[in-house]
């Protein structure tokens, strides 16, 4: 039987379907406090929490791990579901995930897209190099940390003693689940190294830029985001639908959701 991924529903609302595809190490459940007061303030709406290859419910996706594998993972939950979505929201790796669907599939159904603090382009977000960029510095420490063990807060010291901020440790250590034995990580490590090696290959700014049919790609910047390099800002230009969350960092759901939720609400 062929894989579909995992995913979890928000609300029973006959209107238009919203997707939410998650950053790497995540899950769809890292958006659940989101989407459920979104669905709060706009019952119409029913959102798909997708769990991406390589996360949470969908680990044992079958190879090859790239973006385009995430797109058709993408159109074959459609089929699954019966309808593909309205509006998919991507947050970080998962707004590239969300522009590569929208390339692969050339917008058959789609009416808007949502880039959240994502850069396009090809390389780490940030301009870094793959290996001191943040990501690339999580993907090392992670590797280093033999699990299982038998307390959260022992990976979040490990993480903090590999250079990783309180923050950052503090978040990965969300995505350890407990089984028999004690805490694992949710996710493949294997599959989101390779992964990663092709999100950083693939450039979607032509995509953001002039996209297929009459789909609406919009890019949100978080203000207080280390992700954008001066020439992704100033590429910002080209883009038809740019909107900036000035107080809000890169987990922009978290830190500005009044905002967020205004900006997503104009959809609807």
């Known amino acids: 039987m062929r894989h579909v991924l995992a995913y979890d529903v928000i609300g029973s609302g006959a209107g238009q379907t919203v997707w939410v595809l998650h950053g ?4 769809g459940r890292n958006w659940e ?6 669905v709060a303030a706009y019952p119409d709406v029913r959102i798909v929490l997708v769990h991406l290859r390589g996360h949470a419910g969908s680990r044992d996706v079958p ?14 939950l459609g089929t699954h579901l019966g309808s593909g979505p309205d509006v998919v929201w991507g947050h970080s790796f998962g707004g590239k ?3 590569t669907y929208l390339r692969e599939t050339g917008g058959a159904g789609l009416r808007e897209v949502w880039s ?7 390389g780490p977000a940030g ?26 807060a022992q990976v979040q010291d490990k993480l903090r003693a590999c250079g990783l901020s309180r923050a950052v440790a503090g978040w990965m250590a969300t995505n ?10 949710h996710f493949d490590r294997d599959v989101l190294d390779a992964l990663l090696i092709d999100y950083w290959e693939e450039d979607l700014w032509p995509t953001a830029e002039a996209p297929p049919g009459d789909v609406q790609v919009h890019l949100v910047r978080a203000g207080r985001s280390d992700r954008w390099t001066s020439d992704d800002l100033l590429r910002l230009g080209g883009v ?13 759901h978290v830190d500005d959701p009044d905002a967020l939720e205004e900006l997503l609400g104009q959809a609807f």
């Not at 790239?66 to 993972?73: F, H, L, P, S, Y």
């Open 97 to 99: 995930v969300a522009l």
């Open 63 to 76: 190879p090859p791990h790239t973006m385009r594998a995430c797109a058709q993972d993408l159109e074959r």
């Open 116 to 122: 959240l603090d994502s850069p396009p382009g090809a």
């Open 127 to 152: 301009g870094t190099d793959a290996i001191s960029s943040e990501v690339g510095r999580v993907i090392a420490a992670v590797k280093d940390i033999a699990l299982p063990v038998a307390r959260r």
């Open 33 to 38: 406090v989101f989407g459920r007061r979104f």
């Open 176 to 185: 350890l689940v407990r089984g028999d034995d004690g805490y694992s990580w």
């Open 240 to 252: 038809k639908n740019v909107h900036v969350l000035p107080t809000a960092g890169h987990w922009l």
């Open 24 to 27: 790497i190490f995540g899950s």
